[in-house]
């Protein structure tokens, strides 16, 4: 099994450091825990009752009944959940733990672990966990093949689902193309001094050009 032990940024950051982690996981036939979603977790039917966000999803789940012990899943719990695995992956990677009673991969800032390599899938596939902590886990050579399988998972929940299409539905007969502009200001706003953040009126003109 694969257990992401770190969390990273919002929505967009954890759902690509969990697509990259997820072909891996399908590659390798392991399981994904990713409890990092917990905060989104609602919006995606595939983790919505599972504590763990996990991949493959349980079998209670596949078959369409909520697991007993998540069927009322609370943020408080997937916050405690998240705090303890990160504890636990900082401390065994600190002791330097070379496989028991798990295996820890930990990657800094401008380092970065190709997950299709021949030493990550052995430690995918050992007996004992492995505990992944870091930003850059990448393979877009199995995110490329498993890509289906991916955008399968995160099907977003269908009330969502409806407000985007009923959004959708007047545009489309306005033109050959719609284009939506992602505005990011939350933690613009201080990341790196507000270098990149910009008013609205700075995207509404360059969206006229």
């Given at each position: 099994m694969i257990i992401a032990t770190r969390q990273y940024g919002q929505l967009g950051n954890r759902l690509r450091l969990y697509a990259h982690l997820m072909a891996a996981a399908i590659e390798y036939d392991v399981t994904l825990y990713f409890p990092h979603?917990?905060?989104?977790?609602?919006?995606?039917?595939?983790v919505a009752n599972d504590y763990w966000c996990r991949y493959p999803q349980p079998p209670?789940?596949?078959?369409?009944?909520?697991?007993e012990s998540d069927s009322k899943a609370s943020k408080l719990v997937?916050?405690?959940?998240?705090?303890?695995?990160?504890?636990?992956g900082r401390?065994?990677?600190?002791?330097?733990?070379?496989?028991?009673?798990?295996?820890?991969?930990?990657?800094?800032d401008g380092e970065t672990c190709i997950l299709h390599e021949p030493e990550f899938a052995r430690k995918a596939q050992s007996r004992r966990p492995l505990l992944v902590a870091g930003w850059k886990?990448?393979?877009a050579e199995l995110l490329a093949k498993h890509a289906a399988a991916v955008r399968s998972h995160f099907q977003i929940a269908p009330e969502h689902q409806a407000n985007i299409q009923n959004s959708l539905a007047p545009l489309r007969g306005t033109g050959n193309k719609i284009v939506g502009v992602h505005v990011r200001h939350g933690d613009y706003q201080t990341w790196?001094?507000?270098?990149?953040?910009?008013?609205?009126?700075?995207?509404?003109?360059t969206m006229r050009l």
């Amino acid at each position: 099994m694969i257990i992401a032990t770190r969390q990273y940024g919002q929505l967009g950051n954890r759902l690509r450091l969990y697509a990259h982690l997820m072909a891996a996981a399908i590659e390798y036939d392991v399981t994904l825990y990713f409890p990092h979603l917990n905060e989104y977790a609602e919006f995606f039917p595939c983790v919505a009752n599972d504590y763990w966000c996990r991949y493959p999803q349980p079998p209670a789940r596949q078959s369409g009944q909520a697991l007993e012990s998540d069927s009322k899943a609370s943020k408080l719990v997937r916050a405690l959940i998240c705090k303890q695995v990160y504890l636990t992956g900082r401390v065994l990677s600190h002791l330097r733990c070379t496989g028991f009673p798990a295996h820890v991969v930990r990657v800094v800032d401008g380092e970065t672990c190709i997950l299709h390599e021949p030493e990550f899938a052995r430690k995918a596939q050992s007996r004992r966990p492995l505990l992944v902590a870091g930003w850059k886990f990448r393979s877009a050579e199995l995110l490329a093949k498993h890509a289906a399988a991916v955008r399968s998972h995160f099907q977003i929940a269908p009330e969502h689902q409806a407000n985007i299409q009923n959004s959708l539905a007047p545009l489309r007969g306005t033109g050959n193309k719609i284009v939506g502009v992602h505005v990011r200001h939350g933690d613009y706003q201080t990341w790196k001094n507000g270098r990149y953040y910009h008013p609205i009126d700075d995207y509404a003109a360059t969206m006229r050009l």
